[in-house]
């Protein structure tokens, strides 16, 4: 088990940027496919964004693909997710979460078993 803890989050106003960090403890991170979720109020947690262990796939929401792009650094057991031209649409809490032996193309929160705290975007209009 890794644990995470995410950070960066804050109030944008559309169009702008924010990039979000993800600090995982343990020595196993790179055993972890890890990606980004989003949940608004009244609404589901959906998919954002997943990279595979060695950080050389990834894949993306078709909502945020082109605009948001994942990156990891295994040395520092960090993940990252850049979010440009953000808009209002983009308000959720964000979450970091891991997948033991996981792949990018895992947009089904049920496989990942290690999720942080939480941060909250908000754009606002």
């Known amino acids: 088990q890794v644990q995470l803890v995410e950070s960066g989050g804050g109030l944008v106003q559309a169009g702008g940027s924010l990039r979000l960090s993800c600090a995982a403890s343990?020595?196993?991170?790179?055993?972890?496919?890890m990606g980004w979720f989003r949940q608004a109020p009244g609404k589901e947690r959906e998919f954002v964004a997943a990279i595979s262990r060695d950080g050389g796939s990834t894949n993306y929401a078709a909502s945020v693909r082109g605009r948001f792009t994942i990156s990891r650094d295994n040395a520092k057991n960090t993940v990252s997710l850049q979010m440009n031209s953000l808009k209002p649409e983009d308000t959720a809490i964000y979450y970091c979460a891991a997948a033991l032996y996981g792949v990018s193309w895992w947009s089904e929160a049920v496989k990942y078993t290690c999720w942080g705290q939480g941060t909250q975007v908000t754009v606002s209009s």
């Open positions: 343990g020595r196993t991170f790179s055993s972890y496919g």
